[in-house]
């Protein structure tokens, strides 16, 4: 069963930088795609931004390119997302997840358990 630990949340001011962690219980596939989704109480899941083990091509939503960037530490089988220029509408829970393609925020892996995810909060 895949499980992935999230870390690094926390409060930010606006213009602020965090830096989340996500840790692989297992070593990933080649073509998995890791990545980030983010969720507020009463709406969607939302893909965030993803990464693809092998080759390492990244991917964003609209909202966030040019101010996140995701990377991977593949001795470690970790993704981290580091967040610059907050704003308050990047407040919400983070989670990290794994599938075959960019829709792993609704269709991760089979065995797949969510995380805790963490929060994100930036304070205007």
């Known amino acids: 069963q895949w499980q992935l630990e999230e870390s690094g949340g926390g409060l930010a001011q606006v213009g602020g930088s965090l830096r989340l962690s996500c840790a692989a219980s297992g070593r990933p596939y080649s073509s998995h795609v890791l990545g980030w989704c983010r969720q507020s109480p009463g709406k969607a899941r939302e893909f965030v931004a993803g990464i693809r083990w092998g080759r390492a091509a990244t991917y964003y939503a609209d909202s966030v390119k040019g101010r996140f960037t995701i990377s991977k ?52």
Do not use: K
Not at 97 to 121: D, E, I, K, M
């Open 73 to 124: 530490d593949s001795a470690a089988n970790t993704i981290h997302l580091q967040m610059n220029n907050l704003q308050p509408e990047d407040t919400d829970s983070y989670y990290c997840a794994v599938g075959s393609n960019l829709g792993f925020c609704h269709q991760p892996l089979r065995g797949f358990a969510w995380g805790q995810g963490t929060q994100v909060s930036v304070s205007s």
